[in-house]
């Protein structure tokens, strides 16, 4: 072959290889794929529609605002359907897609049925709204953005004790999240038993197989109380309130969290006004950054926040924390663990190195139809 053509073929060839390498560098960055997984139908379905809400928008503002270091979130949904055997398919669904992390499950009994797939395949679970006391002080995947019921349960005593109105307390609690019920259910008696209170009367029940709750309820007030308590979803805490509110129309109402979300003053409307509950939420704060949340919440969702959705939005800040310092499967727990404290959309979020958290608590009530701090 004459020189000129072989300078030719040689200099053609540099520029395709040049040419290929500056389109390579114009691909984008791979994304980063995460899992989120919940109840998003059935009874238990407020919580995890929020949590799913309030995650979807912190990554969406991250992804906004560049990614991970150039790399988009890509965010993995599935439902849990509040079903342990749901539960377990759905995880090793989201692991075998190569998922960096997990946030989720918002039931303690969801994260009990799947924990043991976590800890099998190294993939962090991080959950904003499990609660229940037995994760406490496990090194183990799971880390949470929710403190233990103990902490809530020994607020909600010191206040009734300090009162001294409540001294006999009768409590209903769903087994459908024994995990979590359970927890509250035990840890309240310890705290109110030791502040001179007792539980008179326990009534669990299984939600959706409830036969008749103006019976269920009728029964258990025939003996007289001071005060109901109400451990369930939104939907059985308003009908549980509403069958109260028919045997007593002053009876005071206590409740745990987990039910106290937006659907229950939708559901149990003037049944559930004065209820009192503690919270990890402030949703009426009007501070900056709660109130922009707030803000971005409800235009893209048309719904107010609730518990829920503030917890797995600052999940969704903590994790993309923790991938811009490590995005592995192998490393980002430990990175989030590193991280130590985050400040979060109401205060510090101080994580030990099990992945149980602190944080602040507020106690609750309903007043015209409407979340209130208890001053």
């Not at 903590?318 to 310092?325: D, K």
């Not at 490393?331 to 205060?347: E, K, P, Y």
Request: include cysteine.
């Amino acid at each position: 072959m004459p020189e000129v053509a072989m300078r030719t073929v040689s200099a053609a060839a540099r520029l395709g290889v040049l040419s290929s390498l500056l389109l390579g560098g114009c691909r984008p960055s791979p994304p980063i794929p995460v899992g989120f997984v919940a109840g998003l139908t059935g009874r238990h379905y407020d919580l995890g529609i929020s949590a799913r809400n309030g995650l979807q928008l912190a990554v969406a503002e991250i992804n906004a605002a560049g990614g991970i270091r150039g790399r988009p979130i890509e965010l993995l949904v599935r439902d849990d359907e509040q079903d342990p055997d749901s539960a377990r398919r759905a995880v090793e669904e989201l692991i075998g897609k190569g998922v960096v992390a997990i946030v989720g499950h918002v039931t303690s009994a969801m994260a009990e049925a799947t924990l043991p797939i976590a800890n099998r395949t190294g993939v962090l679970m991080l959950s904003p709204t499990v609660t229940a006391s037995a994760f406490r002080g496990k090194d183990d995947q799971l880390v949470l953005l929710n403190p233990f019921t103990t902490d809530a349960t020994r607020l909600l005593a010191d206040h009734l004790a300090k009162a001294g109105e409540i001294r006999r307390v009768t409590v209903f609690y769903d087994l459908s999240n024994r995990s979590y019920s359970q927890a509250w259910h035990d840890d309240f008696r310890e705290h109110f038993q030791a502040r001179g209170g007792r539980i008179i009367r326990s009534v669990p029940f299984t939600s959706g197989a409830v036969r008749s709750y103006s019976t269920l309820v009728a029964e258990a007030l025939a003996e007289p109380t001071d005060a109901v308590m109400v451990i369930a979803n939104s939907l059985d805490s308003a009908t549980l309130c509403q069958q109260v509110r028919k045997v007593s129309a002053t009876m005071p109402i206590l409740g745990a969290e987990w039910g106290f979300t937006n659907d229950l003053v939708a559901h149990g409307g003037a049944s559930v006004e004065g209820a009192l509950y503690v919270q990890k939420v402030n949703v009426e704060d009007e501070s900056p950054a709660f109130a922009k949340f707030k803000k971005a919440y409800a235009e893209r969702y048309n719904r107010p926040v609730d518990f829920a959705a503030a917890l797995a939005y600052e999940a969704g800040l903590v994790l993309a924390e923790a991938l811009r310092r490590d995005p592995t499967r192998a490393g980002v727990r430990m990175a989030l663990l590193d991280i130590g404290t985050f400040h979060g959309l109401q205060g510090d979020i101080a994580f030990d190195r099990f992945g149980d958290v602190t944080r602040r608590h507020f106690l609750m009530t309903v007043r015209g139809g409407r979340a209130s701090v208890v001053e």
